[in-house]
């Protein structure tokens, strides 16, 4: 029994026959494709972009990724990094790429508001849009909508999409590193609940293609600048507030903390899990002013502990159970702290 046969039973339903028909229909006659993610891509939706790329590319497919901005320097390593068009640093170019494409892929977001800049473009564009994603809430955008809020990465929906359409086969080393990278941030290193035994199956099935994830792994999480060390140290020891009763804990740090330890994009990665790794801990948050008068926001949980519906309901933002992101517009960090502990406080009574 092949690979595929073995795993066909197990893909998202999201994949539907007819849905898989459609985007057949979509990608007939050579169109051009171009792929997208959300702004402030991390490892999922670079991940997903890329490797959806690497396999259009091995049917003989005319497409392009075009991201918001850039990502973490962590994942520079990624193949095919080198192609990407950034709307942050060629924006004319970009926003070109998107208006002449036929099909558009929108990965690892549910609206075009959470495409940042390239949000215009998007919504104008007269290409047939494919969503495929795992947040929860999705907008109506899009003319297919693969949606499946109980998968833990949109790679994993990529797989499946490989997996149901016969193009397994086509997997090369270089979609699966890119895969793999994806699967293994968004899930926390595998320990999240929406993790499931097919998410395994789907590793093991990269690494039967050749994959080596512990590569994949040193690449990602083990190649850190002594600054970001620093910087995680200070945040840990100096601007961690712990709420005791309720099991919380926050930490916030404005352009003053990151500039003092020369921040670059994806520094503070992974430092909202540090929070939560700390015992009697089961919500953490993370502020960070990006900007003067934004500060953006990640929230963790432990268990049925909603920070999506937190997220959502205070801090203009959304995600999953355990893993959602929002942002605090027109305010100091003096501020946004003030709101988080007024939404904290209100939410704990309710």
Request: a negative charge; glycine letters at 8%.
């Amino acid at each position: 029994m092949t690979t595929e046969e073995n795993l066909l039973g197990q893909v998202s339903t999201s994949w539907s026959p007819e849905n898989l028909q459609t985007l057949d229909g979509m990608l007939a006659g050579n169109p051009i494709i171009v792929i997208t993610a959300h702004r402030s891509p991390d490892g999922d939706a670079v991940g997903s972009a890329l490797g959806l790329w690497h396999l259009l590319l091995a049917s003989g497919a005319n497409a392009e990724v075009v991201l918001p901005d850039r990502f973490a320097s962590f994942l520079d390593w990624m193949p095919g990094t080198d192609s990407i068009c950034f709307h942050e640093e060629d924006s004319r170019r970009a926003e070109s790429k998107v208006a002449e494409a036929d099909v558009l892929f929108c990965l690892d977001f549910n609206g075009p508001n959470r495409a940042g800049n390239l949000a215009a473009a998007i919504t104008s564009s007269k290409a047939r849009l494919v969503m495929i994603d795992h947040h929860r809430e999705p907008d109506d955008f899009a003319e297919l909508a693969i949606s499946d809020p109980t998968c833990g990465s949109t790679c994993e929906l990529v797989c499946d999409w490989a997996l149901a359409s016969g193009r397994w086969s086509s997997m090369s080393l270089d979609a699966a590193k890119c895969l793999y990278t994806g699967l293994v941030t968004d899930t926390g290193s595998f320990r999240f609940p929406s993790v499931s035994a097919h998410t395994h199956a789907v590793v093991a099935a990269l690494l039967h293609s050749g994959l080596n994830h512990a590569e994949v792994h040193e690449s990602t999480f083990d190649d850190q600048s002594l600054s970001r060390v620093q910087l995680h140290g200070f945040a840990l020891s100096e601007r961690l507030k712990i709420w005791d009763e309720a099991g919380i804990g926050v930490i916030a740090l404005d352009l003053e903390d990151l500039n003092r330890f020369h921040y670059v994009s994806g520094d503070t990665e992974g430092l909202v899990n540090r929070i939560l790794g700390i015992r009697g801990v089961e919500m953490a948050i993370f502020m960070r002013e990006s900007d003067p008068g934004k500060v953006k926001m990640s929230l963790r949980s432990k268990g049925n502990l909603d920070v999506q519906a937190l997220a959502s309901q205070y801090f203009d933002g959304g995600g999953h159970t355990n893993a959602a992101g929002g942002v605090l517009l027109g305010m100091s960090m003096a501020d946004a702290q003030a709101k988080v502990d007024e939404a904290l406080n209100e939410w704990i009574r309710s």
